[in-house]
């Protein structure tokens, strides 16, 4: 299993991301850096833990404003690798995301349009597309557009649009220490359908937490807390590909 750390940007900073309370989100504080800037954060957890890639967040465009590419863009000439949640409601994003150098194109349940622009976006940027689907205590957080109404029905709907990974997140998880809330659904995706891609985060606690989901059936965890505050080692990751 991989694990790809998390940069939560807000108003041009790092932030500390917790339960999706993102109006009391608060600058990071780190036992590696003091600085929330992106690229110090990104280089100060390069320099410990070796992570070339990033799950950045763009907090400002998920809320409906423009990508913040110039920070994307610096990261990519400090020579990181991003996976990218700017905020896609149609297909034009996503692919001004991919024409500007991004790894792989976050598409979130909560800003999406729809299964009609993400089975658009599949036609043309597959590869790199990432489903998100987004929790609140296990209910589907939808933008609009007709999705099904259970989290099980959403993602039968985005493998028939054409997704093949699955970025499984509830946001009330996030940042609270208390698991990601996602298991069993996991466990579920990765036997019904074992040829998608399976991502998860949000609430890791610690590496028991990592192994867990690995034995899942997950390829990709996603962390920000625990690397911040100690709790999981560079020893930790040692069995992990970063």
């Not at 093949?164 to 359908?193: K, N, P, Q, W």
Request: with cysteine; aromatic share 6%.
């Amino acid at each position: 299993m991989k694990v790809v750390p998390v940069l939560d940007l807000l108003k041009g900073q790092v932030v500390h991301a917790v339960a999706g309370q993102r109006a009391n989100y608060r600058p990071i504080k780190s036992r590696w850096t003091a600085s929330a800037d992106p690229v110090e954060v990104a280089t100060a957890l390069h320099r410990h833990f070796g992570f070339a890639t990033f799950y950045l967040a763009d907090l400002d465009a998920i809320a409906g404003a423009e990508p913040a590419f110039s920070t994307f863009g610096a990261l990519q000439s400090a020579g990181f690798r991003l996976w990218v949640d700017a905020g896609v409601v149609e297909a034009n994003r996503a692919q001004a995301l991919a024409d500007f150098g991004v790894a792989r194109i976050i598409v979130g349940l909560e800003t999406v349009a729809g299964p009609h622009v993400l089975a658009r976006i599949c036609q043309t940027i597959a590869g790199q597309m990432i489903f998100s689907l987004d929790l609140r205590c296990g209910q589907p957080v939808r933008a609009g557009g007709s999705w099904k109404s259970e989290a099980w029905a959403i993602l039968e709907q985005a493998i028939d649009a054409g997704v093949r990974a699955v970025l499984l997140l509830d946001l009330v998880r996030v940042g609270a220490r208390s698991g990601t809330g996602t298991e069993a659904l996991c466990a579920r995706l990765a036997r019904t359908f074992p040829k998608v891609e399976i991502i998860t985060g949000g609430g890791i606690q610690d590496v028991s937490d990592l192994h867990q989901l690995e034995t899942l059936g997950v390829g990709t965890a996603l962390m920000a807390t625990a690397l911040h505050d100690g709790s999981v080692t560079v020893g930790d990751l040692a069995g992990f590909a970063t």
